[in-house]
């Protein structure tokens, strides 16, 4: 098995091969989901306002019906959305086949339910219109069979194999003294670990590394867990020593990373968020021009004759202000320029930019149904309306059944 150093220098090398997305997904992060995106480890737990350079909102809520539209349209839990099949159709014929396929699709379904796969993927929807890649670790777990763990962009970073599917995911993140202990076991924790907490220092930050990559030194003849086809492993970051917090492994790859479109051999993917983020952002200027210009027009700037300067004065609603006019001048206040900001065509602009974003986001397609007449609308142009769904759609859903929905 590799040693800690090992994960270390590898963690750094997927860090550098991930460093050249980081500025654009911070951008993607500001303009859109501030609060997505971990760039900083030691920014946990941080609840400082981050939504600063957002005045429009046109973008946010786009990701959110884009999100909900494909919740609903491909693994909504009000519907069976998926069946299972032998691949012998031959044996799909026998009545005791489809009979033990039903009631294992039921099992499924009654577990995909009971956890939390549902508000998991719903993550995973979110990060993949916004930064194109989504990573989502399911577990198994006492209580409810499956653990799903959505991840956000920015704490974890992958690699993939020569077929160029992903199999290999590091992450970096924070655990208190607490956590780390109750989940790991204080002799397996560092010495300084150990120290916090029998001091009673139980809720500092510990920095963690958890790597799950193929286990190319396992010996098949055993079955232990450590000789799966995948070895997972954590790690504390600041440890001195070769002492692991665990050690285990996976039959099969637990990431379910899908990507949203992929260019070529890259690891990371394209999204509709990267498309639109100029609108997004041009969005934001125009909107604070259109403020500015209601501002002036509404208080606009003043001048005064110079004899005023020292005067009791007042602009305020029935407040008087006293002026002697010379013949021939006009005295008190008036504005200092005619203010005639043309916000008709500004507005013109502004809708046809957030029309662009929605467009982007698909969020017209999705609220095409939503928005028409119920009354005179057929069942025909219905599944009309719901094909063309389907087939703007289409090279991403062939995508998702690959990386996503298949696994």
Known sequence: MANTMDYMRRWTDI??????????????????MPRRGRFLTSKSNDGSKK??????????????????????????????????????????????????????????????????????????????????????????????????????????????????QVDTFYREFNMTVAQVVEQFGLD????????????????????????????????????????????????????KNERKLLESGYEEFPILAPRWHITGVDIYGRSPGMDVLGDIKALQIEQKRKAQGIDKMVNPPLQAPSSLRGQSA???????????????TQGGFRPTYEVNPRLAELQQDIQETQYRIQQGFYSDLFQMMMNSDRRQITA?????????????????????????LNP
Not at 94 to 105: I, M
Not at 314 to 328: A, C, E, H, I, R
Not at 384 to 400: A, D, N, S
């Open 314 to 328: 007042s602009v305020l609603p029935g407040g008087v202000t006293y002026v002697d006019t010379m013949q021939g």
């Open 188 to 239: 397996k924790c560092s010495d300084s670990v150990q120290t916090m907490f029998k001091s009673g220092q139980l809720d500092k930050w510990v920095e963690v590394l958890h790597v799950i990559e193929p286990n190319s030194v396992r010996e098949y003849a055993k079955r232990d867990n450590l000789n799966m086809p995948f070895h997972s492993c954590y790690v504390e970051k600041a440890s």
């Open 15 to 32: 860090k550098d091969e991930r460093s050249t997305y980081f500025g654009h997904w911070e951008e993607l992060s500001e303009f859109i």
């Open 51 to 164: 939504n600063g350079k957002i005045i429009d909102s046109t973008g946010s809520m786009a990701v959110r019906t884009l999100s909900a539209g494909m919740m609903s349209g491909i693994t909504s839990p009000a519907r069976p959305w998926f069946r299972l099949a032998t691949p012998d159709a031959a044996l799909m014929e026998q009545s005791d086949v489809k009979q033990w396929l039903f009631a294992v699709e039921k099992k499924m379904r009654d577990i995909f339910s009971r956890s939390n796969l549902y508000n998991s993927l719903q993550t995973v929807y979110e990060e993949l219109a916004v930064f194109g890649t989504g990573a989502l670790l399911i577990s198994e777990d006492f209580d409810d069979v499956i653990r799903c763990y959505p991840f956000t962009v920015g704490e974890y970073g992958i690699a993939q194999s020569h077929r160029l």
């Open 380 to 404: 025909r142009e219905i599944d009309e309306r719901h094909e063309e769904k389907l087939l703007m759609l289409g090279p991403v859903l062939e995508r998702l059944h690959t990386e996503l």
